[in-house]
């Protein structure tokens, strides 16, 4: 079987697919691919962030 | 330098959602390309991830040569470097199914989306079914 019917016909994908959260594809894919980088970028800086405030507050 | 962009950044290149916080690219083994390679993350001092500090590594052409699939964090972020993957081989493999995208002025290659999502479905790992998802839905998308 052709590698795409078989994702499309995998039921474990077909799960996992009705939890995708397509209004942020569709918001990605009005982005250019550096837009989407930049993106990530500010993400993961804000990611950092909160990892290191939970590191200064331990009580968090 | 001949690199491939593959896993999470491909996915982000292709307008995935998800954080990702390595950089994975899967590297030609050309002996010129490996010189290219070390002198262009030699700068930004790669170093083994999770390895205690104070070990004797070096990155290098013969450090290169002697491995194959390397696990790095540096100044400027994690990166792994892959000299084959599962499902997709090393760079020659995955050359003819890479795109070429443009990145703060460089161009470079990125993994195409159908031969991305082959090659997680080939790694078989459970984190990887929601990923798969995503980029299916991306794919739909396009259609």
């Given at each position: 079987m052709p590698a795409r019917v078989e994702e499309e016909t995998d039921p474990v994908i077909r799960a996992y697919l009705a939890g995708v959260d397509r209004t942020l594809l569709r918001k990605n894919a009005a982005l250019s691919v550096e837009e989407r980088f930049l993106q990530l970028m500010e993400l993961q800086r804000l990611a950092a962030e909160l990892r290191s405030a939970v590191r200064l507050d331990p009580t968090a | 330098m001949r690199f491939i962009i593959v896993g999470g950044a491909a996915a982000t290149a292709h307008g995935s959602a998800r954080l990702t916080q390595d950089l994975d690219i899967v590297y030609d083994r050309s002996p010129e390309n490996l010189a290219r390679l070390v002198r262009a993350l030699t700068p930004h001092q790669p170093y083994l991830r999770g390895a205690p500090p104070g070990l004797p590594f070096h990155l290098d052409v013969a450090t290169l040569l002697r491995g194959l699939n390397f696990t790095l964090t540096s100044k400027l972020g994690d990166v792994d470097l892959f000299g084959e993957i599962a499902g997709g081989g090393g760079y020659a493999n995955l050359e003819p199914h890479a795109i070429s995208i443009e990145l703060f002025g460089v161009r470079c290659l990125c993994l195409g989306l159908d031969k991305l999502i082959e090659v997680k479905r080939a790694a078989g790992?459970?984190?990887?079914l929601e990923v798969i998802a995503e980029l299916v839905a991306i794919r739909e998308g396009r259609a």
């Open positions: - | 790992r459970p984190k990887d």
